[in-house]
């Protein structure tokens, strides 16, 4: 087995937040580029049409002048009339770009979309080693949820921004050959307006950090309060519940605050520079043009072009914001993958939204179990307790319980052997091949797991037990985990809802639907991690001798009566070590923990 690698000094933020985006961006290089065209048509067409008006005023003027000195009007009429039919010509073409546009956008938005989200739940199902979340997967759903669409979102930043840019070069350009100084003084402030943006970038992180945290621990606790309803109501810690979630959501409420707050403080400040250039044009452009200086069909260019100009600075200001927010969802969607590369959020895969996806191909064929073997393998928590260089070994066809006292590192032992837990030493070999990544090989059909405290989904009990696959086997899984008498209890059969994670189920109930799922899909080595804690001791036994007649290998942790009975082996477990090893009797004979193990049974 390896260990995980180093970490790897972190990039800037703003450098990766560019680098990721752009190569989310060549995820779909046509769509992106078609895009930038039409959305660049969409906002620079404003241009096109103030011209037009001038032009129209400008052949006004002309008219007025010729008419002035006697001469013939028709060719500045004419001039006028050409006008207006280039404006109407622009403002009907406009709505044909737009609505082409706006179609593009749909798509290049949910595509990318659709594919950060399968990035990040293909990582999750398939990385190697640990698979572990760094938070429940309650507080997961808000990254997938708010994260992804911020990044996403931050695609618009690029494709209106090409328009924007293009836009005020051009009227930038037009307004300066009518007079630079009135477009330099109008251009100031709106400069001023990026940097004051660019100065508050921490703070705008920083804002954004908390509120989605706040968020985050909301989700979570619905989650977690949704999982523990029995204990909740058991405790009577109804109202202490609800004031947790108020003062929670109290929390969530100022962060949004404040991130709102900022937001609409720029805007507001990009509102009155907007303000503030359009007096300065008029106060200046005004008197210019009653000095002569200024004709009417400039001041209508600059009046023209003016409220986009400002409105296009605006938006850059708005951009350097975004920016900083989505280097936090960056952050927080990293963070959710733990150890995975930062490409790996923008990798570039299918994600079927113009087409089926393909059936998944068949499971490669498994070579069937001779010996599972477990040599020197240490699994060590943050706090130093945890496994310590155990060894053993299950063949096929073995029956092979794991026990010890609460705390011994039973569990910790089987879910280092399945690869859920990193390790610091030891290997784990399948038929003498040594297994780098077993998290990835102990899976159907070659391996199936029950925890100790397993999930069930919010939908019906077949659903839960079938997750997809085939009813082939439903009915013998259902048997064989002593399920089918509650059957006759429920109102809907296998077909009864079970509520969020199974709270309409008893606690036995729950865990004989976990084991009636992983028996859904043969197995050669089947994993059960104290399934029989919340089983009477029949229903246990039924369980253990129901399997015993299939043939099956198992490897169990428990400390009743019933499976060390059944054991082939018994591995006994003191403070994190295997410390001895045999059959029940010859434990009994030579261990005194095992002895006092077995007297508490008797009391």
């Known amino acids: 087995m390896t260990t995980s690698p180093l970490p790897q000094p972190p990039v800037p933020v703003k450098e990766r937040t560019f680098a990721l985006s752009k190569e989310l961006f060549r995820y779909k290089p046509g769509l992106f580029a078609f895009n930038l065209f039409m959305w ?4 620079a067409s404003p241009a096109l049409l103030t011209l037009a008006v001038s032009g129209v005023f400008r052949a006004l003027e002309q008219a007025d002048g010729l008419k002035t000195g006697g001469q013939p009007i028709n060719p500045a009429i004419a001039a006028a009339w050409v ?32 594919l950060v989200r399968r990035n990040l739940l293909s990582y999750l199902l398939t990385a190697r080693h640990s698979r572990r979340l760094p938070d429940t997967p309650a507080e997961a759903v808000s990254r997938f949820r708010d994260d992804v669409d911020d990044v996403a979102g931050y695609t618009e930043v690029w494709v209106d921004g090409a328009g924007f840019v293009l836009y005020s070069l051009v009227a930038i350009t037009l307004m300066a050959r009518v007079d630079p100084l009135i477009t330099a003084l109008v251009c100031t402030p709106l400069l001023l307006m990026v940097v004051f943006v660019q100065r508050l970038s921490p703070t705008i992180r920083t804002y954004r950090r908390r509120m989605r945290e706040a968020t985050a621990r909301v989700t979570d606790f619905i989650g977690e ?54 007096g300065l044009v008029l106060l200046l452009g005004a008197n210019k043009v009653r000095g002569g200086t200024l004709d009417v069909a400039d001041f209508v260019l600059f009046i023209g072009l003016l409220p986009r100009l400002t409105g296009s600075m605006g ?18 969607m990293t963070r ?5 590369p930062d490409t790996t959020i923008v990798e570039h895969h299918d994600a079927y939204l113009n087409r089926e996806a393909p059936a998944a191909p068949p499971a490669p064929a498994a070579i069937p179990l001779r010996e599972l073997r477990v040599d020197g393998l240490t ?67 070659r391996s199936a797991y029950t925890a100790q405290l397993p999930n069930l989904f919010s939908d019906t009990l077949r659903e839960n037990i079938t997750s997809g696959a085939d009813e082939a086997h439903l009915s013998g899984a259902v048997q064989l985990a002593v399920l ?47 399934v029989s804690s919340a089983l009477d001791a029949r229903t246990e036994a039924q369980l253990w001798q129901g399997l015993a007649q299939t043939d099956a290998t198992c490897l169990v942790v428990s400390h009743r009566r019933a499976a060390l009975l059944r054991a082939d082996r018994i591995l006994l477990m003191e ?29």
């Open 40 to 43: 660049g048509m969409v906002h």
């Open 83 to 114: 006008s207006v039919a280039w404006f109407a010509f622009v403002r009907l073409s406009r709505f044909g770009i737009f609505y082409g546009a706006f179609r593009a956008w749909i798509e290049l938005w949910y595509t990318l979309d659709a």
């Open 225 to 278: 309060t949704f999982g523990a309803v029995s204990a909740v109501k058991l405790a009577a810690r109804e109202g202490g519940m609800v004031t947790h979630l108020r003062s929670l959501g109290e929390t969530r409420r100022h962060a949004a605050l404040r991130d709102v707050l900022l937001t609409e403080l720029i805007r507001g400040v990009n509102t009155n520079m907007v303000n503030l250039a359009v």
């Open 315 to 332: 938006f850059f200001g708005d951009a350097i914001a975004r920016h900083r927010r989505t280097g936090v969802s960056y952050d927080r």
């Open 336 to 340: 959710l993958l733990q150890d995975a």
């Open 379 to 445: 699994a060590l928590h943050s706090s130093g307790l945890g496994v310590h260089e155990a060894s053993f070994s299950v063949g096929r066809g073995e029956f092979v319980v794991v026990t010890g006292r609460i705390g011994s590192g039973k569990s910790t032992l089987l879910r280092a052997v399945l690869g859920l837990i990193p390790t610091q030493s030891g290997t784990v070999a399948w038929n003498g091949e040594i297994q780098d990544d077993p998290a990835s090989f102990l899976v159907p059909p």
């Open 484 to 530: 089918e008498p509650d059957l006759h209890a429920l109102s809907g059969g296998l077909d009864t809802p079970v509520g969020a994670r199974g709270v309409k189920l008893s606690g036995g109930q729950i865990q004989r639907a976990a084991v009636a799922r992983m028996l859904a899909r043969p197995a050669d080595l089947l994993v059960f991690d104290d």
């Open 575 to 603: 403070n994190g070590r295997i410390t001895d090893e045999g059959t029940l009797p010859d434990l009994l004979e030579r261990s005194d923990e095992m002895r006092a193990l077995w007297a508490e049974q008797d009391a």
